[in-house]
């Protein structure tokens, strides 16, 4: 009998110390462990897809939330619900998981969740008194070699020495195994783990408030990878014209904590197939829910740009530049072609005097907002992150008042604790005063997007800005097929396509105040629907547009929020396919790299029956002129088979709108 008491005992001890839960479906299954540090496991069906990886929050004075925990109480919720996105991809989004709670004795929790499409964990802090975080172990643990895309940032000089902690959050990704990856520099999220059998994991993270942002290194497990963070600045100058803050030393801590509250959610998104990660809502669904109801004010759209162009307007009876003759030349061409936005990017405000209340005495604000009212277009207005910091509140409100619909904010170039606090507290300002936020020159979006909707875009991507600088070995092509399966992942993207100057993989070459794209016209064309991006640029100069009506209104009608989305046959690195819907018209895009391909494209997501299809497909000589293309309007029948046969040319884009007669 005492025997069996014991047996009993040692089996409910064990039973403690590993707690399983699996998604709704059963596919995605995590093994918590409890020993002398607390661990995870992520297995896909019957695949362990990482190996036992440790977890732990450093709080200094030898307190380690995950080393010897002790476990208090344990609790399981399921959850299943539909969330509306005021602006997004898709009209409706399934959020459906299962989740585990532990509640251990020395003041915090760790929740895990288990989606259908990935798994997601959090601390959660439980104590009443501020504290700081020394560090932080998160680690994700292969247990292989696997191969891996990795962007490692660009770091700018500081104090004479390349920062990896200050940078664009603008690279290009290496194909790699981890073995391979020994520059030393951290790699940016998402990251891209490529394992043997075509499944991949997306690592990133999500509901980043308040809190450095994570990159990623190898530890020292086989295949491991382990989070990293900027430490919390200490002194930070003033540089770039007063425009940007730049940390000269910082603390031995990676942030400072209030009390209680919930950390950033570090996200492993698993997929059997590339095309999965087209369509992946899980950043967006571990974010906190809006502040706010009242979203008819948000207005997604087109935006006429001056920056990449260079103010290059010609044919015109005056003198092209930041002047309120070239800008009300961008609110004609945006009026006439139903484009909701013109953007005055750097140049408006008096330069070296970080101040936005001193405008140019060569642009007339007043007067530019009234007459692009009278077009039914909106003014947005460019500004450094440190100038619109000194004071947001008044400035929103200045601006607000006078008609101004947002700001496109710049030069952050850090992800540490401020800068985080910044973006956020840039986003509730905006939604205070009823102003877009296009958070430019900053790190990858992390669900900001659904915590404040008027926050409707975000860069830390390798855009066609790259072009007007490009060295020769730059392959934008290669890129342009491979971030939306990683980068993308996390939200939309400042990309800024639409350039009516093409070239070939031969004849391109850096020009900064006439650039022109890698790869051909219909690639341009098709980046609309390939990239999400809710405020979506025309980058090229209205005279430039004007010179191929075809082309700009096709683009300009192209809406920037969808209904629906359905990724077809897609190849990471290769050739990328999306189908999104608007209403009852599809679009569908399709880009390949420098290879010339045949894709199948598959409409089984059509209903049969006749459509009237407008099509801009690459031109015969488009490898001699990647300017070339072909335009048909023509009738689709859609059968039984429901497929469409597209060629791409090396380079090449393809683009179809297709609305059900």
């Known amino acids: 009998m005492l025997f069996s008491v014991l047996a009993m005992s040692v089996s409910l001890s064990n039973a403690q110390e590993k707690f399983e839960l699996k998604s709704p479906s059963g596919l995605n299954h995590v093994s918590v462990a409890l020993g002398t540090k607390l661990s995870w496991t992520l297995y896909n069906g019957e695949e362990r897809m990482l190996e036992p990886s440790s977890i732990s929050l450093d709080l200094g004075n030898g307190r380690v939330w995950g080393h010897d925990p002790k476990l208090r109480k344990v609790s399981r919720t399921s959850h299943k619900d539909l969330i509306h996105p005021p602006v997004y991809r898709k009209k409706v989004i399934k959020d459906e998981y299962n989740e585990l709670t532990l509640d251990f004795k020395d003041y915090y929790s760790v929740v895990f969740r288990a989606y259908d499409d990935g798994v997601a964990y959090r601390f959660v802090s439980n104590e009443k008194k501020p504290f700081v975080i020394i560090s932080e172990e998160a680690s994700f643990n292969i247990g292989n070699d696997s191969k891996a895309y990795i962007a490692t940032p660009k770091g700018r000089l500081n104090n004479g020495v390349e920062d990896p902690f200050y940078s664009s959050f603008q690279n290009t990704y290496n194909h790699i195994r981890i073995s391979e990856w020994n520059d030393g520099k951290p790699g940016m999220l998402p990251l891209l783990l490529d394992r043997e059998n075509g499944k991949k994991i997306c690592i990133t993270e999500a509901d980043l408030i308040d809190y450095p942002g994570m990159y990623l290194t190898k530890n020292t497990v086989a295949g491991g990878l382990s989070g990293l963070f900027a430490p919390y600045p200490k002194h930070v100058v003033t540089e770039v014209k007063g425009l940007k803050g730049v940390v000269k030393s910082r603390e031995n801590y990676i942030a400072k904590i209030a009390g209680q509250r919930a950390f950033p959610w570090r996200v492993a998104i698993v997929s059997s197939k590339d095309q999965q990660l087209l369509d992946n809502d899980m950043v967006y669904k571990l974010a906190t829910p809006a502040k706010f109801s009242d979203f008819s004010w948000i207005k997604p759209g087109k935006v006429a740009w001056d920056w990449w162009n260079n103010w290059n307007v010609y044919n015109v009876d005056f003198n092209s530049g930041v002047n309120n003759e070239t800008y009300k030349y961008y609110i004609d061409f945006a009026a006439k072609n139903k484009i909701e936005y013109v953007i005055l990017d750097e140049g408006w405000s008096v330069e070296g005097k970080a101040d936005l209340f001193q405008v140019v005495p060569q642009i007339n604000l007043p007067d530019l907002i009234s007459y692009a009212q009278k077009g039914n277009v909106g003014i947005i207005l460019w500004a450094g992150y440190k100038a619109f910091d000194k004071d947001m509140d008044a400035i929103c409100k200045h601006y607000a008042s006078m008609g101004v619909k947002g700001f496109k904010i710049d030069f952050m170039d850090r992800d540490d604790q401020q800068m985080i606090d910044f973006n956020y507290r840039a986003a509730e300002a905006g939604a205070k005063h009823r102003l877009l936020i296009d958070l430019h020159g900053t790190s990858k979006p992390t669900g900001l997007q659904r915590t404040f909707p008027n926050t409707i875009n975000f860069e830390g991507v390798h855009g066609l800005e790259e072009m007007k600088w490009a060295k020769p070995e730059l392959d934008q092509v290669k890129y342009d097929v491979t971030m939306p399966f990683i980068r993308m992942v996390a939200g939309p993207v400042d990309y800024t396509q639409g350039a009516m100057r093409n070239a070939n993989k031969d004849n391109f070459r850096t020009v900064y105040t006439e650039p022109m794209s890698q790869g051909t016209r219909c690639r341009q064309l098709a980046e609309y629907v390939v990239f999400e991006s809710p405020?979506?640029?025309?980058?090229?100069?209205?005279?430039?547009?004007?010179?191929?009506?075809?082309?700009?209104?096709?683009?300009?009608?192209?809406?920037?929020?969808?209904?629906?989305?359905?990724?077809?046959?897609s190849k990471i690195g290769e050739y990328v396919a999306i189908a999104r819907r608007k209403g009852d018209t599809w679009y569908v895009g399709a880009l390949t790299d420098w290879t010339a391909r045949d894709i199948v494209l598959d409409l089984s997501f059509l209903e049969a029956g006749s459509y009237e299809a407008e099509i801009f497909k690459d031109g015969i000589n488009v490898d001699k002129v990647a300017e070339d293309y072909k335009r048909e309007v023509k009738k689709v029948l859609v059968t039984e088979s429901k497929v469409y046969n597209a060629h791409l040319a090396s380079g090449g884009g393809f683009i179809m709108k297709l609305k059900k007669k």
């Open 535 to 569: 405020l979506n640029m025309l980058c090229d100069a209205p005279s430039n547009y004007i010179k191929e009506p075809e082309c700009t209104k096709f683009i300009a009608a192209i809406p920037t929020v969808w209904d629906e989305v359905i990724p077809l046959d």
